[in-house]
């Protein structure tokens, strides 16, 4: 090579570092050799090798929520970009950045099924915001480029680039592309005094926030003016870091299981300001908590893409722009707003609602969260995969300052273990716990393995009772007493993760909970606490016995 000819894999590499990229996930794969041989001289990149794609790209979304710029993760053709195709799937429903590379067959080889051969961009394009193939080495920094702004502007979401083997070794001169920034969206001051003037002029307002391009400083903005005023807050399903849940206006979260007193306000409200969620099918209860045409509702929902607006629901006043940009306006709007009392007293109500009571299970998953609460710090990050042990969370937790929680949207089981990785990673100083059930846990939990290779610092809690919790619950409701399909096997996890080079213990009672959990506290390292539940208590709100009488009723 001349001094000003580079392989495609190191011109990717370098323009990965020039957009700020400080962190790759990958499982390895002969089809990107050259990048991965282009690694091997940028200190710049930390390296994270994990032991299934579904795994890599669990880590690069949760990064990317945290980041706010694009998660990046690297794998290989065929099983290796369909083991990811999860993480891209979560990443475009929760409205997160994620850039994932797919090494490709060589371009002489296309289109006759070669070795583990995927069409990649037909295959991703309906779960992606942009899914190609690049062809041409030198045209590596503008796909690059382009991926990073197309992850990030307006709503975020995941971008696929498939890489051709033999483009990764053409030696070629190539211009690198600068550092992309998302467009600034300015919210409409006139559209803002005109909302100024609907919560003037209203009774019962409420907030629904957080979601796509959701950050600190908009949960740091939103919070101070909703406090100003008054207004009670609400936060979309797996959104509850949107504001601290100790500000005085915290209302709640909506999705499975809400507070039916939360759930009447809703139904209640006059105004509903939806600041940043897609009011999606979890957040409104099936599109019946919110209709999409509320009538005696007015609906005001600001979003930073201007496709979702009038999307499913009729919008009053849509407002696109930014989310810190509307909450820092909002928040410094000169306004005659007379304080409303109802903030003050949604937060009391979900006070009451988020205090756990015995529930006279023999492992009481509610005392055991609030165990938790009194010994961790309010910054701790939580991330949970799918299941019902999920709801003693949402329910009991009391997420502290954006981002403290870390969950899938899209209902994705195996995401809470990668998640807790990636935090642990890019904070290392905060304290990272991620619950996680039985069939939850062992759909990703050899990313254990990941963790105590890197060096990671952090608390899972594997609730066992035996079944596919949220399952067997819908399976209860339809046909009672009928199990089928639901129970599980399931090995020793404390054993298990002792495997891995972790420390773990085995707790059976409520009363043994606090102890093991302070002997876990004064470790260091990958901690696991295997907690041995009934599956008679399906979730915070019902039981086996319950579902099955109202059944025969």
Same mark, same amino acid.
């Given at each position: 090579?001349?001094?000003?000819?580079?392989?495609?894999?190191?011109?990717?590499?370098?323009?990965?570092?020039?957009?700020?990229?400080?962190?790759?996930?990958?499982v390895?794969?002969?089809?990107?050799?050259?990048?991965?041989?282009?690694?091997?001289?940028?200190?710049?990149?930390?390296?994270?090798?994990?032991?299934?794609?579904?795994?890599?790209?669990?880590?690069?979304?949760a990064?990317?929520?945290?980041?706010?710029?694009?998660?990046?993760?690297?794998?290989?053709?065929?099983?290796?970009?369909?083991?990811?195709?999860?993480?891209?799937?979560?990443?475009?429903?929760? !409205?997160?950045?994620?850039?994932?590379?797919?090494?490709?067959?060589?371009?002489?080889?296309?289109?006759?099924?070669?070795?583990?051969?995927?069409?990649?961009?037909?295959?991703?394009?309906?779960?992606?915001?942009?899914?190609?193939?690049?062809?041409?080495?030198?045209?590596?920094?503008?796909?690059?480029?382009?991926?990073?702004?197309?992850?990030?502007?307006?709503?975020?979401?995941?971008?696929?680039?498939?890489?051709? @083997?033999?483009?990764?070794?053409?030696?070629?001169?190539?211009?690198?592309?600068?550092?992309?920034?998302?467009?600034?969206?300015?919210?409409?001051?006139?559209?803002?005094?005109?909302?100024?003037?609907?919560?003037?002029?209203?009774?019962?307002?409420?907030?629904?926030?957080?979601?796509?391009?959701?950050?600190a400083?908009?949960?740091?903005?939103?919070?101070?003016?909703?406090?100003?005023?008054?207004?009670?807050?609400?936060?979309?399903?797996?959104?509850?870091?949107?504001?601290?849940?100790?500000?005085?206006?915290?209302?709640?979260?909506?999705?499975?299981?809400?507070?039916?007193?939360?759930?009447?306000?809703?139904?209640?409200?006059?105004?509903?300001?939806?600041?940043?969620?897609?009011?999606? @099918?979890?957040?409104?209860?099936?599109?019946?908590?919110?209709?999409?045409?509320?009538?005696?509702?007015?609906?005001?929902?600001?979003?930073?893409?201007?496709?979702?607006?009038?999307?499913?629901?009729?919008?009053?006043?849509?407002?696109?722009?930014?989310?810190?940009?509307?909450?820092?306006?909002?928040s410094?709007?000169?306004?005659?707003?007379?304080?409303? !009392?109802?903030?003050?007293?949604?937060?009391?109500?979900?006070?009451?609602?988020?205090?756990?009571?015995?529930?006279?299970?023999?492992?009481?998953?509610?005392?055991?969260?609030?165990?938790?609460?009194?010994?961790?710090?309010?910054?701790?990050?939580?991330?949970?995969?799918?299941?019902?042990? !999920?709801?003693?969370?949402?329910?009991?937790w009391?997420?502290?300052?954006?981002?403290?929680?870390?969950?899938?949207?899209?209902?994705?089981? &195996?995401?809470?273990?990668?998640?807790?990785?990636?935090?642990?990673?890019?904070?290392?100083?905060?304290?990272?716990?991620?619950?996680?059930?039985?069939?939850?846990?062992?759909?990703?939990?050899?990313?254990?393995?990941?963790?105590?290779?890197?060096?990671?610092?952090?608390?899972?809690?594997?609730?066992?009772?035996?079944?596919?919790?949220?399952?067997?619950?819908?399976?209860?409701?339809?046909?009672?007493?009928?199990?089928?399909?639901?129970?599980?096997?399931n090995?020793?996890?404390a054993?298990?993760?002792?495997?891995? &080079?972790?420390?773990?213990?085995?707790?059976?009672?409520t009363d043994a909970?606090?102890?093991?959990?302070?002997?876990?506290?004064?470790?260091?390292?990958?901690?696991?606490?295997?907690?041995?539940?009934?599956?008679?208590?399906?979730?915070?709100?019902?039981?086996?016995?319950?579902?099955?009488?109202?059944a025969?009723?």
């Amino acid at each position: 090579m001349t001094a000003n000819l580079r392989s495609g894999g190191r011109i990717l590499v370098d323009n990965l570092v020039a957009q700020g990229c400080d962190r790759i996930f990958t499982v390895p794969g002969e089809s990107f050799l050259a990048v991965l041989d282009a690694l091997h001289d940028t200190p710049a990149i930390d390296l994270v090798v994990c032991r299934q794609e579904g795994g890599a790209a669990y880590m690069a979304e949760a990064d990317g929520k945290v980041t706010g710029r694009p998660g990046i993760a690297f794998v290989t053709r065929g099983p290796g970009a369909t083991n990811a195709a999860i993480g891209v799937h979560t990443a475009f429903q929760d !409205s997160t950045p994620m850039i994932l590379f797919i090494g490709d067959v060589a371009r002489g080889d296309r289109d006759r099924e070669a070795f583990q051969e995927i069409d990649f961009a037909a295959m991703f394009r309906p779960l992606a915001k942009w899914a190609a193939r690049i062809d041409e080495a030198a045209r590596i920094p503008e796909y690059v480029a382009r991926a990073y702004a197309t992850a990030m502007a307006g709503r975020p979401g995941p971008v696929v680039l498939a890489l051709p @083997e033999d483009m990764l070794r053409d030696a070629v001169e190539a211009a690198d592309r600068p550092r992309v920034a998302p467009p600034v969206q300015t919210p409409d001051p006139m559209a803002v005094a005109t909302l100024v003037d609907l919560i003037k002029d209203a009774c019962a307002p409420v907030a629904i926030v957080g979601g796509a391009g959701w950050d600190a400083g908009a949960a740091h903005h939103f919070a101070e003016f909703a406090e100003r005023v008054g207004l009670p807050v609400a936060c979309a399903f797996r959104r509850q870091d949107a504001i601290p849940s100790m500000s005085p206006v915290y209302a709640g979260n909506l999705g499975y299981g809400p507070n039916p007193k939360l759930v009447q306000r809703i139904r209640d409200a006059d105004l509903l300001l939806v600041v940043g969620p897609r009011l999606g @099918e979890a957040t409104t209860d099936g599109y019946t908590l919110i209709a999409p045409d509320h009538p005696d509702q007015t609906l005001v929902h600001v979003h930073p893409d201007p496709n979702e607006l009038n999307r499913v629901y009729r919008t009053c006043l849509p407002i696109c722009a930014d989310m810190r940009e509307f909450a820092e306006l909002l928040s410094t709007w000169e306004d005659e707003i007379l304080s409303f !009392s109802s903030g003050a007293e949604a937060h009391a109500e979900w006070l009451a609602w988020s205090d756990p009571q015995p529930s006279g299970a023999a492992l009481d998953l509610g005392l055991c969260v609030k165990a938790l609460r009194d010994r961790l710090p309010p910054d701790a990050i939580v991330c949970n995969g799918a299941g019902n042990f !999920s709801g003693w969370f949402h329910r009991y937790w009391r997420y502290g300052g954006y981002p403290t929680q870390l969950a899938p949207t899209n209902g994705s089981m &195996g995401y809470g273990v990668p998640a807790a990785v990636a935090a642990n990673l890019r904070h290392p100083g905060r304290f990272v716990l991620s619950p996680a059930g039985d069939g939850d846990f062992l759909m990703n939990g050899q990313e254990l393995a990941t963790a105590v290779r890197h060096g990671a610092d952090m608390l899972v809690l594997v609730i066992d009772n035996g079944s596919y919790g949220t399952i067997r619950m819908h399976q209860e409701r339809d046909y009672p007493a009928r199990v089928s399909g639901t129970d599980l096997t399931n090995p020793d996890f404390a054993a298990l993760a002792r495997a891995y &080079g972790a420390w773990a213990e085995t707790v059976a009672t409520t009363d043994a909970f606090a102890p093991a959990l302070d002997r876990a506290l004064a470790e260091r390292g990958v901690r696991l606490l295997h907690l041995k539940t009934d599956v008679e208590h399906l979730s915070h709100a019902t039981t086996v016995t319950r579902l099955r009488g109202r059944a025969r009723r």
